[in-house]
C-alpha cells in the first residue's frame, strides 16, 4: 500500500515552545490531507482538512491560530503547534487521501509538552 | 452524516475467525464502508473498504448486508498481531474527511 511518512515519532518540549511535525506522501500525491489527535483511550479526532494551495479548514473548537497548517506541497504538510501548553499533549496523527478512495495514515507523533 | 455502532471489545481465539459487526443503519446511498485499525501508538492501517458487495482481499472480509444497514468485518485466521482497535467508518469517497468519523471502535483482543 501508499507509503506516509510521518515526524517526529515523539516529541517533548517546554511549555511555550512551538513544536513543527512533518508528514509526506512517499509514493503517491495527492491534494487532500488530514490533520487528527488522539488523546489516550479515544478515538481518533479530525482537526482539520487541508487542501494544497488552499487555507485549511479547521474543525470546530480548534484553533487555527494556534495548530498552524502548511500544505507545501502534493507531498508534504506540516503542521506547527504553536505556544505549546501541558493540555496539547497529544498523539498527532495525518492522513492523506490517496489512490483508490483510500485514507493513508502517518505512524503519528507523540508529544509530550513538560 | 452517517455514524456507526459498534461493540467495544472483543476476544477471539488465535487460529480462529474473529467476526466485528458494525451497524450504520443511517448511511446513505453513496456512502462507502471503510475499515481500519489501529495498534497501539501507531496510526490506522487501512483493511478494506466496500458499497454493497460483499468484498475480499489477502487482510479480511467484507460483508454488507442487503439493506446496508450494517456490515461485519470477518479476519478469517486471526493471529496474535491482529490484536488492535477496529474502525468501521461510513464516508463518501474521495471528498474530502468533513464526515469522517471514527467512533470508539471495537477493541479485539486475539487470545492465544
Known amino acids: 500500500g501508499a507509503v506516509v511518512s510521518q515526524h517526529p515519532s515523539w516529541v517533548i518540549c517546554k511549555s511555550g515552545t512551538s513544536v513543527k511535525i512533518e508528514c509526506r506522501s512517499l509514493?503517491?500525491?495527492?491534494?487532500?490531507m488530514f490533520w487528527y489527535r488522539q488523546f489516550p483511550k479515544q478515538s481518533l479526532m479530525l482537526m482539520a482538512t487541508?487542501?494544497?494551495?488552499?487555507?485549511?479548514?479547521?474543525e470546530q473548537g480548534v484553533e487555527k491560530d494556534k495548530f498552524l497548517i502548511n500544505h507545501a506541497s502534493l507531498t508534504l504538510s506540516t503542521l506547527t503547534v504553536t505556544s505549546a501548553h501541558p493540555e496539547d499533549s497529544s498523539f498527532y496523527i495525518c492522513?492523506?487521501?490517496?489512490?483508490?478512495?483510500?485514507?493513508?495514515f502517518g505512524s503519528g507523533t507523540q508529544l509530550s509538552v513538560l | 452524516d452517517a455514524k456507526t455502532t459498534q461493540p467495544t471489545s472483543m476476544d477471539c481465539a488465535e487460529g480462529r475467525a474473529a467476526n466485528l459487526p458494525c451497524n450504520h443503519s443511517?448511511?446513505?446511498?453513496?456512502?462507502?464502508v471503510y475499515w481500519y485499525r489501529q495498534i497501539h501508538s501507531q496510526g490506522p492501517q487501512y483493511i478494506i473498504h466496500?458499497?454493497?458487495n460483499n468484498e475480499t482481499n489477502e487482510m479480511a472480509s467484507l460483508i454488507i448486508t442487503e439493506d446496508r444497514k450494517s456490515s461485519t468485518l470477518i479476519l478469517p485466521h486471526a493471529t496474535l498481531r491482529d490484536t488492535a482497535v477496529y474502525y468501521c467508518?461510513?464516508?463518501?469517497?474521495?471528498?474530502?474527511?468533513?464526515?469522517?468519523?471514527f467512533g470508539t471502535g471495537t477493541r479485539l483482543t486475539v487470545i492465544p
Open positions: 443511517t448511511i446513505s446511498g453513496n456512502e462507502y
Open positions: 492522513s492523506w487521501e490517496g489512490p483508490g478512495e483510500k485514507l493513508f
Open positions: 466496500g458499497l454493497k
Open positions: 467508518i461510513v464516508r463518501v469517497g474521495q471528498t474530502g474527511a468533513n464526515n469522517l468519523f
Open positions: 509514493d503517491f500525491q495527492a491534494t487532500t
Open positions: 487541508s487542501n494544497e494551495g488552499s487555507k485549511a479548514t479547521y
